[in-house]
């Protein structure tokens, strides 16, 4: 019977996150990058929820297939934050800003303004 023998877990060093991926690689505008994933994650969010496919979230949002499509992938690089906020609109979401970051709020359910 062979001896079970311990190997020695090879030393790995360990970085603490800054708290921003973008920032801890080095990208020029990290807060901008977070910024952009953020709502894209949201505008993911709405469209899994809702059960929509990538033509009827385009549709909704007033762009083509293939840019929903990019955009779920996360290829955000021809995506700017405030058209990525416009999209979010379109879906029924709005944002408000918190400590800099966006946060999705569902409208109000009912009206208001009809007292």
């Given at each position: 019977?062979?001896a079970?023998v ?5 030393d ?5 996150s ?5 920032a ?5 505008e ?7 994933s ?8 709405v ?26 992938n996360?290829?955000l ?5 405030n ?17 800099g970051?966006p946060?999705?709020r ?10």
């Open positions: 019977m062979q079970m311990k190997r020695k877990k090879p790995i060093s360990v970085t603490p800054s708290g921003n991926v973008f801890d690689l080095g990208f020029a990290p807060e901008k990058e977070l910024m952009k953020e709502l894209a994650s949201q505008i993911r969010q469209i899994r929820r809702r059960r929509l496919t990538q033509v009827a979230a385009a549709a909704l949002m007033g762009i083509d297939q293939p840019k929903v499509s990019a955009l779920l996360g290829r690089a021809s995506f700017s934050a058209r990525l906020r416009r999209l979010l609109t379109a879906l029924g979401q709005g944002t408000t800003e918190s400590r970051r946060v999705a569902n409208p109000s359910p009912r009206d208001d303004s009809r007292v």
